[in-house]
């Protein structure tokens, strides 16, 4: 399978591709979206949204992986990394694509060994898990992280479904309340 | 000029049309998006993003306007409603819609006259302003009144732009900063 993790920012979205076989990974590609501070709000969200789309078509994941956040800066900056994070979300499921969120903590034990592991650590650990040359920039370390969690979670996941010790979600169907259109 | 307002939230999103030649206003639609609770937050995400791509299809505004959030709620609500104000506003600029952005007191000024209006006044002053035969629902209100701010400031604005009063907006171009890809 090949999975696309994504670590959401309004100026910096970074995103990272690899494959597994379920023993294996292999890099794939990754990158940061730049996004230009000068623009206005939704300008810079329709980068994110477009730019990673462009990321899905050129790299045809199967999965999307993402951090879930932990609130612990002032409510402004959680407010605009909510919408980037947002943006992001939207860009994946815009793609078809399903899903999987997980903690900081879920990915430093998963890459590192140990959920008190530093940023330095976790990007030295890419390199290693996947075979690169030197050290990927830090949004795009996050960013293949996040997708190895998801290489190393996904499979035991998916065994605990099929013998029914995590039961499948449901989904209730979208009302859409309209409205008096004239 | 038709406008859009959008009161986004990740429960229920409000949408509201409204028409302006300048002087006299004229309601075209309004509704509420509501998102199903049990979905996980991506697909969440895609409903808004969704149903209001499908209302800027439906009803072909020329403008957007949304209320810019002032946040007083715990740092989780606060990046709920970051990501689905991202998504809102994804879904706005994607249907290459110019976006405004307005705080509550210029809403609530601009709607009632007052800056201390309560929710009640400013529903029952946008079925005033709109003539309609009952108030609308709180969240298509509130997604309405933001359209009337917009209706009301736009031409002043407008005005001043044209005098040189206030400066055009300059935007550099994104940079996608790549990636290897394999």
Chains 1, 2 share one sequence.
Do not use: W
Request: glycine fraction near 8%; proline fraction near 4%; include cysteine.
């Amino acid at each position: 399978m090949r999975i696309l993790g994504v670590d959401p920012g309004l100026r910096r979205t970074g995103f990272g591709v690899i494959e597994s076989d379920g023993v294996r990974l292999r890099y794939v590609a990754s990158g940061t979206i730049v996004v230009p501070a000068d623009s206005d709000l939704s300008a810079r969200l329709k980068v994110i949204l477009d730019n990673l789309r462009q990321v899905v078509r050129d790299t045809s994941p199967d999965f999307a992986a993402v951090e879930k956040v932990f609130v612990n800066t002032n409510p402004h900056s959680t407010l605009l990394l909510g919408q980037a994070r947002g943006a992001a979300l939207c860009a994946l499921a815009d793609s078809s694509l399903s899903v999987h969120e997980y903690t900081a903590l879920q990915i430093k034990k998963s890459v590192v060994g140990t959920g008190r592991a530093a940023k330095t650590q976790v990007q030295a650990m890419v390199q290693h898990l996947l075979a690169l040359n030197g050290a990927p920039a830090a949004d795009a370390a996050d960013a293949l992280a996040c997708a190895i969690c998801h290489a190393h979670i996904a499979p035991l996941a998916e065994r605990l479904r099929d013998n029914g010790v995590l039961a499948a979600s449901s989904r209730r169907p979208t009302r859409l309340r309209g409205g008096r259109f004239s």
